[in-house]
């Protein structure tokens, strides 16, 4: 489990905006509703995945922390919300950095809101509540997460 | 116990650090070495974010470390001391004992070149590091702990390939 995988911003192999699906999107016709910022290619799978179920390719942005260090995750994801227009961030892990990189952010950006722990039940219901207030979406995302959750089967199963 | 790993990484505590190499060493508590972080009440509620249940952090300047290391290396637990550069370590290893330094993740900056995919360095950082070595601290590159051991003469000789 490689975090800092990649060969650095300077490469094409680097991490940063519009990895993977909806980095072609078309800002006028189908606008970012969030940005999905995890390790490795999580984010770009989740994308890509909402994509295929919904047939809209580009509702969230994925970044990938691929090569990134602290400062250049924090420049990186300023830099999407400035293009995307977007005020939802999701990450993966409460603790990793680009949840540290969204908190600096929401210190100078307060209508920025940070969802962690994305999974594709939570981008989901976001794609299917856009037109929604930011922290209401956020907060219909992190309940359909919760609720997602479930464990079947073994030996104390039901 | 005490002390297993001298890192340096620029994210300080993240993912690599705290399930990476927290999980397999069986890790209980970080010492976060900056002098910045150490005077911010802001920095260290957002650090300890990122510390999970059953781990402790705790915030130190260089002077406050090289102060309570005797303490935290008698520790029956195990833990990890983090800075995010290499001048807080030198400066750390100028005022205590330092065995061994892990680079775990200096990432590209303006005047860094490659080493690693995970290590960029300028001259400046290389020869800290060298002076580092010949102090007697042994410096490698490990960014997870299934990653090789990468000794410093190596790093040094990289070109970005590792």
């Given amino acids: 489990m490689s975090e800092g995988e990649g060969q650095g911003p300077a490469s094409s192999a680097a991490g940063g905006v519009g990895e993977g699906a909806g980095s072609d999107r078309d800002a006028a016709r ?21 994509a ?24 990186t994801l300023r830099e999407a919300l400035a293009r995307t227009g977007a005020r939802l961030v ?3 892990l409460p603790g990793g950095s680009w949840t540290i990189a969204a908190r600096r952010v929401q210190r100078t950006e307060p209508s920025v809101v940070l969802v962690t722990g994305v999974s594709l039940p939570m981008l989901l219901d976001c794609a299917f509540h856009e037109d929604a207030p930011v922290d209401e979406a956020a907060r219909g995302a992190v309940e359909r997460g919760r609720g997602a959750m479930t464990v079947a089967g073994g030996e104390h199963g039901h | 116990m005490g002390i297993e790993l001298y890192r340096i990484d620029d994210r300080l505590i993240h993912g690599q650090v705290v399930v990476g190499w927290g999980q397999p060493l069986d890790i209980a508590f970080l010492v976060l070495v900056d002098d910045e972080v150490a005077a911010s009440d802001w920095e260290q509620e957002l650090y300890r974010m990122g510390v999970p249940p059953g781990m402790t952090v705790n915030f130190e300047s260089v002077a406050s470390a090289a ?5 935290y290396r008698a520790d029956r637990r195990r833990g990890i001391l983090l800075t995010a550069d290499i001048d807080t370590m030198r400066r750390l290893a100028e005022a205590a004992e330092i ?13 860094r070149a490659q080493r690693l995919r995970y290590v960029f360095l300028s001259d400046e950082e290389a020869e800290a590091l060298r002076a580092l070595q010949r102090r007697g601290v042994t ?11 990468v000794p410093l003469d190596e790093v040094l000789a990289a070109h970005g390939e590792g």
Avoid at chain 1, 60 to 65: A, C, E, Q, V, W
């Fill in chain 1, 30 to 50: 189908d606008p970012v509703c969030g940005i999905v910022a995890g390790h490795g290619d999580l984010a770009a799978g989740l994308v890509s995945a909402v």
């Fill in chain 2, 139 to 149: 410096v490698t590159a490990q960014d997870v702990p299934a990653a090789r051991v």
């Fill in chain 2, 99 to 111: 065995p061994a330094v892990n680079l775990g993740g200096i990432h590209h900056r303006a005047g």
């Fill in chain 2, 67 to 71: 102060e309570a290391l005797p303490r």
């Fill in chain 1, 90 to 92: 999701f990450t993966d």
């Fill in chain 1, 52 to 75: 295929q179920i919904t047939g809209r390719g580009s509702l969230f942005l994925p970044l990938s922390n691929r090569g990134l260090g602290g400062e250049q995750l924090e420049a």
